[in-house]
């Protein structure tokens, strides 16, 4: 059931099929994934954490999940389907999709597009521009378009090569750093708890260390799928952390410049950006190439007072690898999202990374916002009969459908209570196979007059 | 005719044999009729009739009302949470063990939960793949590891040797339960410093809704923990008895108060001794004093004996120590008023 102005499956259904119309004039077929799926190819996606919302069951020593959505899955047949090449696949997709809540299980309506296996700023926009243009197309032209780019961020703590962990504790405190100055009181707190809780690690035994990194009687033997080479390596790290605090700090007043972009203004936000990229080459590419994106969604025709750019916009770390992006009503109320995922075809079995890039509507607010559609005018005949009559019924029946005409048969004691929009006339079938429709008489042979009079209504 | 209640016990595996001990120390002797079945009765509580069933189904038997009362371990009731179970006493004192993260030793680098966090991220960004872990425990695994912030890994389901998963390559590390940590060593495994999921031992466990809804039952768990309370309280005490020299047993009584490791449960228990061959010095006869003392305080205890004259000191363990009423059984009742 969707929320909202629409409660109508009859006009869910018409808006799907424009959309489908829409995606399809790019290119982009029906994809059917299945309903039902192995449980683990969620987590590995979204990670365990998501394991409460899922609608699991266990089957014969699996399990297995309902699909909460088109994208995973969409990457595993690709990765099954399509081993060492790396073909380019437009698909769309739309259906039902499943969460387990508090307040018991929930199945909404979904709708997408995956673009898998093309890289770089044309596949990035054709999939931007989908996704707003098809809310245009459903009559809905007040959107706002955010588009970040994880690579941006990711570059800028390149630099230092910081461990997985540092990364993670930078990344995760994006906001805090949007709020607070470098040296804040908030910041600095923040960042002493994170380094005191590895002040507390002990240091391994020096022996153990060289005996470890250094011995090459040993070949690279793989121990709980780690070589000696992650091990040494991640021993290194940990040892260099404590020195690190400079560069953390460093590196938050970096992000800061970053993140305090003028977030309405793509056309001043390049420029800019890439005087802070001056003098590291990797990061002007990104930001060369994230330009050459915005740069193509002009020639889409997207308005660019509905556009804004946010670094820092990515809604999961563990998952954006390049463009990500947001649609949203002028209230802020998301209408759907997607971006760039280049990583997830490996990860659900692909033999290596594919480049793909995708979005989903949240349909219940996409659909809550668009405009009632006009009172259906199609004319609808019901035509009642009793047991005499049914032959002559039938064939009165076909004689109408054949002309456009939306008809019903109904047995003189069935229920005539009206299903379908629209004015409704009720003719009845005689005994002698004429129909009687007001005051009138017709004979079959005189269908196009029935026909004329009906829907001059 | 009267509906017995049910109790089901550990038919196979570490804890089924010490809980039939268990019992037996409790003067609850558990006897099997025939060898071949799965039944069982008490001849101290013949309204309770045993059940044998494999540990984790007991816990199913009492979640369904088959069972109305069971002993499995904490591990099994915190792995399987059941609303219709209710855990009535969580500390019965055998069957320890501990459910742990352990990581191959040859990881030098992982020394707590912080570390396996980052290998998790390792994995998953240099490996493109989740961090395996091999458990039979996978809601608690989940759980603890979701609270450590660890969000990317797969459970990979094991029965029989988990702590042989990371040798064969199956799993990267393990979840499993341990008691000496032996097993773990001896398959180059190390436990997580901070990796104590639940520390296990076993339990009694009821069902709620039975216990509610049927005083039969709530009678018979009343006698049965008068009898485990009065046993494991028992375990706490010794009977110490000495004999002192004194003017009369008031004197003897100050005398022996004036330790708080001889004060007793109440008091010391003073009687005269008669037919002495050899009589105290003086104007003084020898008394017996017979003390409960808490097992911790023995060695004070006999050292004050000793310096205020006791000789012949005795000790003998106690059998039960019952209380006004058993403190196990007041806990639950206002545990299933609190439910109410």
Request: charged share 20%.
């Amino acid at each position: 059931m969707l929320p909202g102005r629409i409660h109508d499956p009859e006009q869910s259904r018409q808006l799907l099929a424009r959309l489908e119309q829409h995606m399809g004039l790019y290119g982009y077929r029906s994809f059917f994934v299945p309903i039902i799926e192995d449980a683990d190819l969620f987590l590995i996606k979204a990670g365990d954490q998501i394991i409460n919302q899922l609608f699991t069951f266990e089957r014969h020593g699996r399990q297995l999940a309902l699909r909460p959505e088109f994208t995973a899955a969409a990457a595993y047949y690709y990765a099954q389907q399509f081993g060492e090449g790396a073909p380019v696949m437009r698909w769309q997709f739309s259906g039902t999709v499943f969460e387990d809540t508090d307040r018991g299980a929930r199945e909404r309506l979904s709708a997408g597009a995956e673009l898998v296996g093309l890289a770089g700023p044309a596949a990035d926009a054709e999939i931007i521009a989908l996704a707003a243009l098809g809310t245009t197309v459903l009559g809905c032209s007040e959107w706002r378009l955010t588009i970040g780019h994880a690579q941006i961020i990711r570059q800028v703590l390149a630099r230092y090569e910081f461990d997985s962990r540092t990364e993670r504790f930078l990344l995760h405190h994006l906001p805090l750093f949007r709020g607070a100055t470098a040296d804040s009181p908030a910041v600095i707190e923040r960042l002493d708890s994170f380094l005191d809780q590895h002040n507390r690690d002990e240091m391994p035994d020096r022996l153990q260390f060289r005996t470890l990194a250094l011995d090459e009687t040993r070949p690279a033997q793989f121990v709980g799928g780690r070589t000696q080479e992650d091990i040494a390596r991640r021993l290194h790290q940990k040892q260099q952390r404590r020195a690190r605090r400079a560069d953390i700090m460093d590196a938050i007043r970096v992000l800061s410049r970053w993140i305090h972009l003028k977030h309405d203004d793509p056309a001043g936000a390049f420029p800019f950006m890439r005087s802070l990229a001056a003098g590291d080459p990797r990061l002007g590419a990104v930001v060369d190439e994230w330009s050459q994106t915005i740069e193509l969604l002009r020639s889409y025709q997207l308005p660019d007072d509905h556009i804004r750019i946010q670094p820092d916009l990515a809604r999961s770390w563990d998952y954006y690898t390049g463009i990500v992006f947001e649609l949203t009503a002028p209230d802020g109320v998301r209408l759907g999202g997607g971006g760039r995922y280049d990583e997830l075809v490996q990860l659900v079995g692909g033999q290596r990374s594919v480049p793909a890039v995708g979005f989903a509507y949240y349909l219940d607010a996409l659909f809550s916002r668009l405009p009632v559609p006009d009172a259906d005018e199609t004319v609808s005949v019901v035509l009642v009969c009793d047991s005499t009559s049914a032959r002559q019924a039938v064939e009165w029946a076909q004689a109408l459908r054949a002309r456009g005409i939306r008809t019903v048969l109904l047995s003189g004691a069935s229920d005539e209570r009206q299903q379908h929009g629209g004015p409704l006339r009720r003719l009845v079938v005689t005994d002698s196979g004429a129909v009687m429709w007001q005051d009138s008489t017709y004979q079959l042979d005189h269908l196009p007059d029935l026909v004329t009079d009906l829907i001059g209504g | 005719m009267d509906t017995m209640t049910t109790l089901a016990l550990p038919s196979k595996g570490a804890i089924a044999d010490p809980t039939i001990a268990f019992l037996r120390d409790c003067g609850l002797r558990v006897e099997k009729p025939n060898q071949r079945q799965y039944t069982g009765i008490l001849p101290a509580i013949p309204s309770i009739a045993v059940l044998f069933q494999r540990v984790n189904d007991v816990l199913y038997k009492v979640a369904d009302g088959t069972a109305q009362l069971g002993i499995t371990g904490l591990d099994v009731v915190y792995e399987h949470p059941h609303e219709d179970i209710v855990i009535v006493h969580d500390r019965l004192g055998y069957g320890h063990c501990s459910l742990v993260v352990a990581v191959p030793e040859l990881w030098v680098d992982a020394d707590n939960m912080l570390d396996v966090a980052e290998i998790a991220l390792d994995f998953r960004e240099h490996k493109r793949r989740n961090l395996r872990i091999a458990t039979k425990y996978p809601t608690l695994t989940r759980q603890f590891f979701h609270r450590q912030g660890i969000h990317h890994f797969t459970l990979v389901n094991a029965e029989g040797a988990i702590e042989a998963a990371p040798t064969l390559g199956y799993a990267d590390i393990i979840v499993d339960l341990t008691q000496t940590g032996t097993t773990l060593r001896e398959n180059h495994l190390k436990v997580i410093s901070d990796g104590i999921i639940v520390e296990s031992q076993a339990c009694l466990i009821a069902n709620r809704v039975t216990l509610k809804n049927d005083p039969a039952v709530l009678q018979d768990l009343r006698i049965l923990l008068e009898f485990i309370d009065g046993a494991l309280n028992g375990r706490n005490y010794y009977q110490v008895t000495a004999n002192i020299a004194g003017e009369n047993p008031q004197v003897v009584a100050q005398k022996v108060a004036l330790n708080v490791a001889t004060r007793g449960l109440q008091g010391p228990t003073i009687a005269p001794i008669f037919g002495v061959d050899r009589p105290p010095a003086g104007d003084q006869f020898w008394f017996t004093v017979t003390i409960i003392i808490a097992a911790s305080d023995l060695l004070p205890a006999v050292e004050h004996l000793r310096a205020i004259g006791g000789t012949q000191t005795t000790v003998t363990p106690v059998r039960y120590v019952f209380l006004e009423q058993s403190s196990s059984f007041v806990r639950l009742v206002e545990k299933l008023h609190a439910s109410t």
